[in-house]
Every structure is written in structure tokens, then in C-alpha cells.
């Protein structure tokens, strides 16, 4: 991941983190939690996003998803 684009989610979830009361880390915590959540489902169409989504490791990292997710949305928009 390019440093421009890290240093933007990072930004992001600064912000998110103030508006929540809590910190930068706890919210990256929970963006985690939550993929490695949605990472088990027993759907087929889950499970089929989970493994043809582009990563660099075994499961993505929570800024792989930010800028994947961010990226694909602003697509359809």
C-alpha cells in the first residue's frame, strides 16, 4: 500500500476514534474484530469475497479492507 494512501486512513480513523471518545487503536481493534467476524461466515457469497479478496498476507489487514472497501465504493457512487 502506497504511504499517501496509508497516511489517509489513518487520518480517518483519527477522526472516527475522536468522534467515538475512544482511541485510533481501539477503533482499528474493532474494524478487526469485526472482519475476522465476517471472515467465518458459513455464507458461500461471504466466504467467495473473503477468498478473492486482494491481499498481500493469509487474511487482509485492516487498512487493506479500508482501502479496498473505500475504493470499490467510490466506484458505484
Known amino acids: 500500500m502506497n504511504p499517501e494512501k496509508k497516511q489517509k486512513i489513518e487520518k480517518n480513523l483519527k477522526i ?3 468522534r467515538e471518545g ?8 474493532e474494524i478487526g ?3 475476522s467476524y465476517a471472515m ?3 455464507d458461500p ?3 467467495h469475497f473473503w477468498n478473492s ?5 493469509d487474511s487482509p489487514t ?3 479492507v479500508i482501502a479496498y472497501l473505500a475504493e470499490k465504493l467510490s466506484k458505484e457512487i
Do not use: D, L, N, Y
Open 16 to 18: 472516527i476514534a475522536k
Open 22 to 29: 475512544i482511541t485510533p487503536e481501539e477503533v482499528k481493534s
Open 33 to 35: 474484530r469485526a472482519v
Open 40 to 42: 467465518k461466515s458459513s
Open 45 to 47: 457469497k461471504v466466504q
Open 53 to 57: 479478496f486482494p491481499c498481500e498476507g
Open 62 to 64: 485492516v487498512e487493506e
